[in-house]
């Protein structure tokens, strides 16, 4: 009894290991997570529906492309390492644009009012979402053994992995927009 | 054994003999010097393998007409009556130490010798390895003379090259088994190596130092030629791209800028100047694709580009969905890249 549920415990601490570290070369994005399932309230009639996944949510691989891509698509330019800068930060808990993958996809594919370019047409889906799992891992949104735990840079920020999660809250106001135009 | 097998086997020792990547093919000064250690080596090993081999055979031989006569069972004295032992066992002892010591002379001289190559007028190249494929930059002390291309270097004939070598990830190995031996690429230093080629030919280069899924197809190649015929080379790398004449080409300029390539690449003359993947300002002028993975010819292009993880999977380089006519105008532009 005792050798079968620890053959069991090993088996699903094995494939839950596996899935983490799946690497998915060739993937083309589920069609089902676009943008226009992107919620800007949170009131329904009915009962509530389940929040939208990004595929890469729980998959480390992802997570850590998309660390890559943050440098590479110069995200960095305007959100610094995640402390913002021109752009509004990213590893607190404010969430001008909703913290649901949905939204942040929606962010970066459609842009933003007072900067945010629109990268439509020059990330592919699977990036965005990988993207996306990166951005949500910056304040903890992701499982902790999922999000990256190691830098690529010099620098004194605590790795994604050892945040603590932040409750996301909503700010209506961008702090760009505060300023006069 | 079948026809087959017998065949794989063949290709296998063979492609050990194709003198595109061999350190027993030397091109340079200090690849010869490399080539001349191992020959001795060689050679000093295989005489020491006889003598032990012939050694052994005396030594059963011998033991086996003493068992013989000794077939009553008294026990031997442990080999006490060998006449001589205390003399064969020191003189083997000596030439042992005196072989080891040479070899080690040897190689000390052939170290500093390859750290010693004439240092007057260096053409310097900075390369910069990342996952999977080299950088390749040409230092000028005028910015917009810099020279930028990837995965096939020229150098001239007959004049030392000083390469300054950094990594932009992982740690990657330099190694052009025909010019010199390895030097390894660190993240965030600067490591240096200098080749010279005495003849001109295409050498294959790869790196050394596993780095990834793709570690294997991360190669590059030198192309060592006349000074004035690498001038000319050089002349022509430091132009812009050519701005498009025909309409398709404009179409595939218009392709290029406006969609995802531009995120990535750079093509000097345009608006595109990022560098996170290879400079394609004179693409059409290199003669493989994703690192020697595959030949650089417009089929093989069209299909890196639609799906590049069927040729290299892993690559950084994500798929791109492009209609039929976008991609043909893409095509025809960077194939007018020379």
Redesign the interface.
């Known amino acids: 009894m005792r050798a079968i549920a620890l053959g069991v415990l090993l088996t699903v601490t094995i494939t839950a290991g596996c899935q983490r570290e799946q690497r998915r070369f060739s993937e083309v994005s589920p069609a089902t997570a676009r943008p226009d399932t992107v919620r800007m309230s949170q009131l329904q009639p009915g009962g509530a529906r389940a929040a939208a996944t990004g595929p890469y949510d729980a998959n480390g691989w992802g997570a850590a492309e998309g660390q890559r891509l943050y440098t590479w698509f110069n995200c960095v330019g305007c959100h610094a390492q995640g402390g913002g800068g021109i752009g509004p930060p990213l590893m607190d808990d404010k969430w001008i644009y909703g913290s649901e993958p949905a939204n942040v996809y929606a962010s970066i594919v459609q842009g933003r009012p007072n900067g945010m370019p629109s990268f439509a047409g020059k990330i592919n889906d699977a990036q965005v979402w990988q993207l996306v799992a990166y951005v949500r891992s910056m304040s903890g949104q992701l499982r902790k053994d999922v999000r990256p735990n190691r830098s690529d840079h010099m620098n004194v920020k605590e790795p994604e992995a050892s945040k603590t999660p932040e409750r996301p809250t909503s700010a209506n106001v961008p702090p760009s927009a505060e300023r006069a135009q | 054994m079948n026809a087959t097998s017998r065949l794989a086997i063949a290709y296998g020792v063979l492609a050990g003999c194709s003198r595109a990547q061999s350190a027993l093919h030397p091109a340079g000064p200090q690849a010869g010097r490399i080539a001349a250690l191992w020959w001795l080596m060689f050679w000093v090993s295989a005489a020491v393998f006889g003598a032990v081999v012939v050694g052994l055979a005396i030594a059963a031989v011998r033991g086996r007409r003493r068992g013989q006569a000794d077939v009553t069972g008294a026990p031997v004295a442990n080999g006490g009556d060998e006449p001589g032992k205390v003399a064969v066992v020191t003189v083997c002892t000596a030439v042992t130490v005196v072989v080891i010591f040479v070899l080690l002379v040897v190689s000390v001289m052939t170290d500093r010798g390859l750290a010693m190559l004439a240092t007057h007028d260096p053409l310097t190249v900075e390369v910069t390895g990342h996952q999977w494929w080299w950088e390749v930059d040409y230092d000028d002390s005028t910015p917009s003379q810099r020279v930028t291309t990837a995965n096939e270097i020229h150098i001239p004939v007959g004049q030392p090259v000083l390469f300054k070598l950094t990594s932009r990830?992982v740690i990657h190995s330099f190694w052009i088994p025909n010019l010199h031996g390895k030097t390894d690429l660190i993240p965030?230093y600067v490591t240096r190596t200098w080749i010279q080629a005495d003849v001109p030919g295409t050498f294959r280069g790869q790196c050394a130092e596993f780095c990834g899924?793709q570690h294997a197809h991360m190669a590059l190649v030198v192309v060592a030629e006349p000074p004035e015929k690498f001038q000319a080379w050089l002349a022509q790398q430091r132009q812009p791209a050519a701005a498009p004449a025909e309409p398709l080409a404009q179409r595939g300029h218009d392709v290029f800028v406006?969609?995802?390539c531009?995120?990535?690449h750079a093509i000097r003359g345009t608006i595109a100047m990022?560098r996170?993947g290879p400079d394609l300002t004179h693409l059409a002028t290199r003669g493989t694709l994703a690192a020697g993975t595959i030949s650089n010819t417009p089929g093989h292009l069209a299909g890196w580009i639609l799906?590049p993880?069927?040729a290299k999977?892993?690559a950084?380089m994500?798929?791109?969905?492009l209609g039929s006519e976008d991609l043909q105008a893409l095509l025809a532009y960077l194939g007018m890249l020379r």
């Open positions: 990830d965030g899924v406006t969609g995802p531009v995120l990535c990022s996170a799906d993880q069927s999977p892993g950084l994500p798929a791109t969905s």
